[in-house]
């Protein structure tokens, strides 16, 4: 402060204290908060100290004032408190009026210098005689609070004569009255609201300030303190005074009493009063800062520097500290002496207060010298006086006019501790306001009485609750009592039964004892007999074991000669099965002699008669002959199935019949006469030697004619397997096909309804395709249509014998091909067969399978052809014969086939097949 920069702000005009023009109500006006204040305050130089921390970057929103407030803000804020007559006063002064009149209204102070003269001064806030202590402290130190609960040094201080009420507003503890609780209680009742005791910490140090030495008011013992100041930050700290932690209101209040107890000691030990000295209660709290509220909080390290704000730095925590101070009475600077003392003696003792003036003097006056030093008070107050403390200061002044010298000086030092450059003297009167006086009168009245009321009322919840708590106990006890004598006669009770149950256990006891021995007695004679019973059952026993055991033999035995019996029984079915089977074959075989012993007779006879009708030369009746001849061929055959015997003579029949009769009994009126005779000639036919009689006598035509106009089945299909047997002679093939065979044949395919009928037909066909010759007449007379018409049926006999027929036409094409006949694509093809050859190529019957395979060899040796193999994908078929099939002239031939063809040979490259 040596250097103006001190804990003090130099005041921003050097105007003297009083003006007089004008009032702008923006500047003077009501207290502003810390917050506002703050923010506009003149950045302090880096080197002005401790005074200064954390000033110019406050976290405080702007608040809009007037352009000359920019020097004023945080400036000591001073209201004036003015006390109510004591009851002295009341009587002496009752004839005269108060030195001052309020205005609390309009925040001015009218101090009177006569009946027809007055002074009027500005405040911050002014305070009547009927401002309650709440108000009071609501006004001058709850702002101040409120920063120091943001980090920020405060200081309350109370300037005033002896008596005008300064411990009365800062020191009452209100014990018997709530509502007259001091700004001390109050402000540690809202400082321990704000903090969390888990994680800050209240403490507090609580001192007097007299003759320029400090005592410890919770150590009366410690009584020279010094004050030790950071000379870098300039912070001011007393490490020897005694430091509680504070956790609750109630051990403050005890704090203080104790305090004001060892004040009250200290005084009278150095023979003086409170008065002359300086009380000072110093709280430190220390909080840590949550949450992101402090984010965007620039502010000034210790070291000057800003500390960034992010998310993740540690936590911050924030020292402040509230210094109260109750000074000694204002009245000493004037009266010095006048209490005994010497005038160093006088000068020593109210140094401080006088230093703390010149100090005030200066910053007003703007004066480059503030002389902080000069005094402890002005030292231990560098860091919480003005700069970025918030201080607050309460005048007190007192209504008597003696003392109006005093209460102008006092008004004086206020004026200037505001520092109010445009402070107003206003001459005129401002009395139209009075209703609204009264109105806060009436107002701070009721908020006191509510205050007591509120205590009132807690007082007695209390008592209500502690009164229930008592009634509780009582019920309890009572309760506890009776439960107690109703367990004494229920064990009474139980102990009694008990004893009842005792007794008559005992008289059972000696009822069963009795019983027992009499028992006892009577087994023992009992013992004799039944062990001689207990032998005799024994012998029983074994006895009953040996006579069972025979009974088993006996049976076993038994069981053994009824199976013998039982195989005995079977050996006799068995015996006379065999008997029967016997005697039904010797039946047979009699009946069998008796018949063919008939035939004999019969033949023998019909011989002879027929040699007779020869002998005669006449044409006689011959179809019983016939009829005979054919009975008896298929007798034959019915025998010969059975017997495996020789085959009758048929041929011989036939040649002492005449083919030309049997041939003429095919076209018989009698459908079973037709039937025989087509039967015997289909015999006839099977034998190659007979063959060429019958085509001679017409027996050809004869079974064409039959295929045209029978219409019994079993005729058609034996005369269809005899032009089968005839068509295996070339001459004959021609005939066929010159009779028109092949379409007689294809209706006889489609007509059929019984599978051989159309193997017949199939064979006809398919030995007609083995001509050369004939090949182009058959196609075109539609044999292989026909051919391929009867696959349908899908009996492998017909399949065989369609296969055949193919294989024969095609070797004949590929014949005619080698031979030179050019020709075109195969007949075969064109009419078809190619698809149901691939088809078949593979069928699993091997008659089949080896037809196809030749006439697929034989179709692809013809170049013409070649490409519709490829198309119909024969050529896989080819090249599968070439390389599995089993027989080995096949598959050379394919091979052949494949490796002589050009077209095939390209086609195979293309597929990368090799063969
Ligand atoms: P000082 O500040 O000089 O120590 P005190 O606080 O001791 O003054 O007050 C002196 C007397 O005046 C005390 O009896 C006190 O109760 C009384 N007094 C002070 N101020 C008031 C007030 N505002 N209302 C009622 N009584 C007061
Ligand atoms: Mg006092």
New binding site residues.
């Given amino acids: 402060m040596a250097s103006g920069g001190g804990g003090y702000r130099h005041s921003s005009s050097g105007a003297p204290t009083r003006l007089s023009t004008k009032i702008d109500r923006q500047n003077s006006g009501a207290y502003a908060t810390p917050k506002a204040s703050a923010k506009s305050r003149i950045p302090a130089s880096p080197s002005t100290g401790s005074g200064f921390r954390r000033s110019s970057s406050g976290p405080l929103p702007a608040q809009p004032r007037a352009s000359a407030d920019a020097g004023v803000p945080g400036r000591v804020r001073v209201a004036v408190?003015l006390?109510?007559r004591?009851s002295e006063e009341l009587v002496a002064d009752a004839d005269f009026g108060d030195c001052v009149e309020l205005q609390p209204e309009l925040k001015r102070l009218k101090l009177r210098k006569n009946n027809w003269e007055s002074e009027t001064y500005e405040f911050d806030e002014v305070l009547t005689?009927f401002?309650s202590q709440k108000r009071v402290y609501e006004v001058v130190a709850k702002p101040v609070v409120e920063s120091v609960m943001e980090g920020y040094n405060g200081t309350v201080m109370?300037y005033?004569?002896?008596?005008?009420?300064?411990?009365?507003?800062l020191g009452r503890l209100g014990d018997e009255d709530t509502a007259a609780r001091g700004i001390m209680v109050r402000a540690m009742e809202d400082i321990l609201a704000d903090v969390s005791l888990e994680t800050d910490t209240v403490s507090v140090s609580y001192m007097q300030l007299y003759m320029e030495t400090i005592q410890d008011l919770l150590d009366p013992a410690n009584d020279n303190i010094a004050i030790v100041e950071d000379p870098k930050t300039g912070d001011v700290s007393l490490p020897a005074a005694t430091l509680v932690d504070i956790r609750d209101q109630k051990s403050f209040v005890e704090l203080l009493r104790v305090g004001e107890q060892h004040r009250f000691a200290a005084n009278t030990k150095l023979n003086t009063e409170?008065?002359r000295s300086h009380a000072i209660l110093m709280v430190h709290v220390r909080k840590t800062v949550k949450g992101r509220q402090d984010m965007d909080m620039s502010f000034r390290g210790e070291n000057g520097h800003h500390t960034s704000s992010h998310s993740l730095r540690p936590p911050v925590i924030r020292k402040s500290k509230l210094v109260v101070v109750d000074l000694a009475?204002s009245e000493r600077i004037d009266k010095s002496g006048s209490e005994g003392h010497t005038l160093e003696e006088a000068k020593s003792i109210n140094l401080s207060l006088s230093a703390l003036g010149k100090c005030i003097n200066a910053l007003a006056e703007n004066s480059p010298h503030v002389p902080v030093r000069d005094s402890k008070l002005t030292r231990l107050l560098r860091d919480s006086f003005g700069g970025t403390a918030r201080t607050s200061l309460v005048v007190?002044i007192g209504p008597s006019p003696r003392h109006r010298g005093e209460t102008a000086s006092t008004i004086m030092f206020g004026q200037r501790a505001m520092k109010v450059e445009n402070m107003v003297k206003l001459k005129e009167e401002f009395d139209y306001k009075s209703l609204c006086r009264r109105l806060d009168i009436e107002l701070d009245k009721l908020i006191a009485e509510n205050e007591r009321q509120r205590k009132y009322f807690e007082d007695e919840v209390e008592r209500l609750r502690v009164e229930a708590q008592k009634r509780i106990a009582e019920a309890e006890k009572s309760c506890k009592i009776a439960l107690e004598n109703e367990k004494t006669t229920l064990q009474q009770d139980y102990r009694d039964s008990i004893k009842k149950l005792e007794e008559k256990w005992k008289v059972n006891q000696q009822a069963i004892e009795k019983s027992r021995a009499e028992q006892e007695s009577r087994k023992a004679t009992k013992s004799d007999e039944l062990l001689e019973v207990r032998n005799m059952l024994e012998n029983e026993k074994n006895l009953r074991q040996s006579s069972q055991d025979e009974i088993i033999d006996l049976r076993n035995q038994v069981q053994h000669w009824k199976k013998l019996e039982e195989s005995r029984g079977a050996e006799i079915v068995k015996l006379r099965k065999l008997l029967d089977t016997e005697a039904s074959q010797k039946e047979k075989l009699e009946e069998e002699i008796a018949v063919l012993k008939s035939q004999l007779l019969q033949l023998s006879l019909e011989a002879e008669e027929t040699r007779r009708s020869l002998d005669r030369g006449a044409s006689g009746k011959i179809f019983p002959g016939l009829d005979s001849l054919m009975s008896q061929a298929n007798r034959n055959s019915q025998l010969r199935d059975q017997t495996n015997g020789p085959k009758p003579p048929i041929a011989k029949l036939f040649e002492q019949v005449g083919l030309q009769k049997i041939l003429s009994l095919l076209e018989s009126e009698d459908a079973d006469v037709r039937v025989h005779a087509v039967k015997v000639v289909a015999n006839l036919a099977a034998e190659e030697a007979n063959q060429e009689k019958i085509v001679e006598a017409g027996g050809l035509t004869s079974l064409l004619t039959l295929l045209r106009s029978s219409e019994d089945e079993t005729i058609r299909r034996v005369a269809a397997g005899a032009i089968a047997n005839l068509a295996m002679n070339e001459t004959n093939q021609e005939m066929i096909m010159a009779q028109g065979g092949v379409s007689l044949l294809s209706m006889t395919a489609s007509d059929a309804e019984d599978p051989q009928t159309l193997r017949m037909v199939a064979g006809a066909i398919a030995n007609l395709c083995g001509n050369d010759k004939l090949q182009a007449r058959l196609r075109g007379e539609g044999g292989i249509k026909a051919l391929l018409g009867m696959v349908k049926c899908g009996h492998p006999d017909v399949l065989a014998q369609v296969a055949r027929g193919i294989a024969n036409f095609a070797k004949c094409e590929s014949r005619a091909a080698t031979q030179g006949n050019t020709m075109g694509r195969s007949l075969l093809i064109e009419d078809g067969s190619l698809p149901w050859i691939v088809k078949n190529a593979n069928n699993e019957a091997a008659p089949i399978r080896r037809h196809i395979e030749l006439a697929l060899c034989h179709l692809a040796q013809h170049e013409v052809n070649a490409k519709e193999i490829i198309n119909e994908g024969a050529l896989w078929e080819l090249v599968r014969i070439s390389r599995d099939c089993s027989r080995e002239d096949i598959r050379m031939l394919a091979y052949r086939t494949l490796t002589s063809s050009p077209t095939l040979q390209a086609e195979m490259r293309r597929l990368r097949i090799e063969c």
């Fill in positions: 408190r006390r109510p004591n005689e401002a109370a005033g004569q002896t008596g005008t009420g300064k411990t009365f507003t409170s008065s009475g007190t």
